[in-house]
C-alpha cells in the first residue's frame, strides 16, 4: 500500500480552515505533528492502522500548512491547543488517543493538560517538555523570530530553498532518507511565496517558551488515563532525560525506547510505532484507570 502524502479533508473554524487526513474506520486516533512538516509525517503510520483505527492527522500552523490561518488567530501554543480541542468538537470526536511528536508532542501536553475532556489515551514520541521548549540548539528560531519577525521566516525559506538544504535539516531529526517528494509536501508552503504561512510560523515561533510545558507538567499527575512515550534513542535534540521525566511524571505511563530512530520516529520506525500503538489501545481499553481488568 502506498501511503498518501497529502491531506483530504478540511474544516472551517474561527481561527480558520485546518486541513487534515481522515482515514479509516475504529478507535480515533488523532496524529498531531511538529515544526515546518505537516500530516505527511505521520503517512505510513497511518497506513499500517487505518484498516483497525480511524485516523486523523491535523495539518497545524507550523510552517508546512497550506491553508494560513486568520490574521488574527491565536497561535499562542496554549491558542493551538484550543485549535486541537476546536477540531475535536467540530469533527463530534471522543475517546480519542491522541498522538504526538516533536513540537506537537509540547502542544498535545498543553492538550491534554487545557482540554482532557474528549482524550482518553496520550502517546508521545520525541517531544519538547518541561523546561525543553524548545531544547537549546533551536533556540534561535525563537530569537530570530522575535527579534526579526517576518523577514526571518524569509531567510528561513532562503535557507531551505535547496534539496541539498532540506535534506540536511531531515537528517538532523531522522535516519530515513527524505524522498524528494515528501521534502516537497514538507516545504513547498513556506517556499511558496505565500505571506500568511510565513506569519503564521513566526507568530508560533515568537511565543514559544518553556513557561507553557513547565505549567502543563503540573498537572500531570491529575492525568489519570493511560499514557504510552515511544523514544528514539538516536535523537539529536529531545533528551532520554525528558522521556524517563514525563514517565515518572504521569500516573499511568509507560517508556519504551526504540533503536534506529532520531526524533521523527514516524519516518524512523513507522510499522514498529503503529505496533506499539495498537497493543497501548487495546491493553489499555481493557483496563479501568485504578487499574482493574474492566
Known amino acids: 500500500m502506498v501511503a498518501s502524502l497529502y491531506t483530504n479533508s478540511e474544516i472551517s473554524l474561527p481561527q480558520g480552515v485546518v486541513r487534515y487526513r481522515d482515514e479509516g474506520t475504529g478507535p480515533i486516533l488523532v496524529f498531531v505533528h511538529g515544526l515546518l512538516v505537516n500530516s505527511a509525517l505521520w503517512r505510513d503510520v497511518i497506513a499500517a492502522l487505518s484498516g483497525q483505527f480511524r485516523c486523523i492527522a491535523l495539518d497545524l500552523p507550523f510552517g508546512a500548512h497550506t491553508s494560513p490561518l486568520h490574521a488574527d488567530a491565536d497561535l499562542r501554543p496554549s491558542g493551538i491547543a484550543q485549535l486541537i480541542a476546536d477540531c475535536f468538537e467540530a469533527l463530534d470526536i471522543h475517546d480519542i488517543t491522541l498522538v504526538g511528536n516533536d513540537t506537537g508532542g509540547a502542544i498535545c501536553q498543553l492538550t491534554i493538560a487545557n482540554h482532557p475532556e474528549r482524550i482518553s489515551r496520550l502517546i508521545l514520541t520525541n517531544c519538547d517538555a518541561f523546561e525543553d521548549f524548545f531544547p537549546l540548539p533551536l533556540q534561535p528560531l525563537v530569537v530570530g523570530a522575535r527579534l526579526f519577525g517576518i523577514r526571518f521566516a524569509d531567510f528561513l525559506t532562503w535557507v531551505l530553498q535547496t534539496k541539498r538544504a532540506q535534506r540536511l535539516l531531515m537528517t538532523s531529526v531522522s535516519l530515513r532518507r527524505a524522498e524528494d517528494a515528501t521534502l516537497d509536501v514538507y516545504f513547498s508552503a513556506l517556499r511558496s511565496g505565500n505571506r500568511g504561512i510565513r506569519y503564521d510560523l513566526i507568530q508560533f515561533l515568537k511565543h514559544v517558551s518553556n513557561r507553557s ?3 502543563a507538567a503540573k498537572s500531570f499527575r491529575q492525568y ?11 535523537d539529536l535534540f529531545f533528551s532520554a532525560r525528558n522521556a524517563r521525566r514525563l514517565k ?4 499511568y505511563a509507560s517508556l519504551e525506547f526504540v533503536s534506529q530512530s532520531r526524533a521523527f520516529v514516524p519516518e524512523d ?26
Do not use: D, Y
Not at 489519570?224 to 538516536?234: A, C, D, E, S
Not at 515518572?248 to 500516573?251: E, H, M, R
Open 248 to 251: 515518572q511524571a504521569f500516573p
Open 269 to 294: 520506525q513507522p510499522v514498529l510505532l503503529a505496533q506499539k500503538i495498537v497493543e497501548f489501545v487495546g491493553e489499555s481499553s481493557a483496563i479501568e484507570p485504578n487499574g482493574k481488568e474492566k
Open 224 to 234: 489519570q488515563r493511560p499514557v504510552l512515550i515511544v523514544w528514539g534513542k538516536n
Open 213 to 215: 510545558t513547565i505549567g
